[in-house]
């Protein structure tokens, strides 16, 4: 199984950014594609996962509103398009597969994790 995020960086409050995970080699019967975030300090957030089910999504109060999960099933490719982004979204993420095969659910356990890219929000 991989998991390959992408697309973090440096950017102003109220800009955006979109990540981007590769995903290949696992079987989505039994997973869905989540995101999770860990800023210093703090523990390990989901954030946002979307089913491979029926594409259904799901948010953390946090981000919802802001941010966009979305999935290329051609590309092996879930982006999550983050917008009006704020100093406390500065935070590693990560993306991961979850053991959440119908309706995805932030709560569900993390069967494998892709490795962090930083995003910083900071003007």
């Known amino acids: 199984v991989q998991l390959q995020a992408s697309g973090g960086g440096l950017v102003q409050p109220g800009n955006s950014l979109r990540l981007s995970c590769a995903v290949s080699g696992f079987n989505s019967d039994f997973y869905a594609i989540a995101w999770f975030r860990q800023a210093p300090g703090s523990e390990r957030e989901g954030i946002s996962c979307?089913?491979?089910?029926?594409?259904?999504?799901t948010y953390a109060e946090s981000v919802k509103g802001r941010f966009s999960i979305s999935e290329d099933k051609a590309k092996k490719r879930v982006t999550l398009q983050m917008n009006n982004l704020k100093p406390e979204d500065t935070a590693v993420y990560y993306c991961?597969?979850?053991?959440?095969?119908?309706?995805?659910?932030?709560?569900?356990?993390?069967?494998?994790w892709g490795q962090g890219t930083q995003v910083t929000v900071s003007s």
């Open positions: 991961a597969a979850i053991r959440s095969p119908l309706v995805c659910s932030l709560g569900a356990d993390v069967g494998f």
């Open positions: 979307i089913s491979q089910n029926d594409g259904s999504t």
